[in-house]
């Protein structure tokens, strides 16, 4: 067990529709990071969001979007969802401190099925 | 641009055995980090080692070690006395700070009993 859990864990949505999924860090953590996982692929990196502000942005859409709250839980926003954006999504928190970081703790995951 | 490679889709190797999964990266920064994630069927990415690119000595965790070849940009991981537990798909990860990972696209081990 990592700290890092997500929800649901399991969603099914009908293509236009929209979605959000969330994150809760590990306990201390000030970074979060979300990946696209498709299936036999390795992770792909979505953003990542520092003290409440998007610190960094993968090659993914503005209808792809986040929040992250004082509490350094976040969610994942998708707008207008493709079938394409069916996947494996996957929250990663660290404790980033000036330049240095700790490595990235991973949730289990929400699958997202769109048909 | 930054990339992580994994020649090897799939592995398999018998219990007890020794195994080692590849991985070559492409970067030009000089200070960065590896990592070897384990990603069993519960889906959960789990930190099997790490190597911060300034340390030339190999990380070794119990039964994982990598051998880290940094003039050639190599970080393969060693897996010795494999168990059943270790059947997964393992990740070869690079950072280079304090911002997003890039994966490789993974290497499916089965352990044979």
């Known amino acids: 067990e990592t700290g890092v859990t997500q929800s649901p864990t399991h969603l099914i949505k009908t293509r236009g529709q929209q979605v959000t999924l969330r994150c809760s860090s590990q306990s201390g953590h000030n970074t979060v990071s979300w990946y696209q996982q498709a299936l036999g692929q390795g992770p792909q990196f979505i953003f990542q969001y520092y003290r409440e502000e998007e610190n960094g942005r993968g090659n993914f859409p503005p209808r792809f979007s986040g929040l992250q709250f004082p509490n350094y839980s976040s969610e994942l926003n998708v707008n207008a969802l493709e079938l394409d954006d069916s996947a494996l999504y996957l929250c990663?928190?660290?404790?980033?401190?000036?330049?240095?970081?700790?490595?990235?703790?991973f949730g289990q995951g929400t699958r997202l099925t769109v048909v | 641009a930054q990339t992580v490679t994994q020649s090897q889709p799939e592995m398999s190797v018998q219990e007890a055995e020794t195994v080692t999964l590849s991985c070559t990266y492409d970067?030009?920064?000089?200070?960065?980090?590896l990592f070897w994630y384990k990603q069993p069927p519960s889906r959960q990415m789990i930190l099997v080692i790490r190597?911060?690119?300034?340390?030339?000595q190999n990380a070794t965790e119990n039964r994982f070690s990598v051998n880290f070849q940094k003039a050639a940009k190599s970080f393969s991981l060693k897996i010795s006395d494999s168990q059943l537990g270790d059947t997964a798909m393992y990740f070869c990860?690079?950072?280079?700070?304090?911002?997003?990972?890039?994966f490789g696209t993974g290497t499916r081990l089965k352990v044979l009993a």
């Open positions: 190597q911060e690119a300034y340390k030339q």
């Open positions: 990663a928190s660290s404790l980033v401190v000036s330049t240095m970081t700790t490595e990235a703790f």
């Open positions: 970067t030009s920064e000089n200070n960065y980090y």
């Open positions: 990860a690079f950072t280079s700070g304090t911002y997003k990972y890039i």
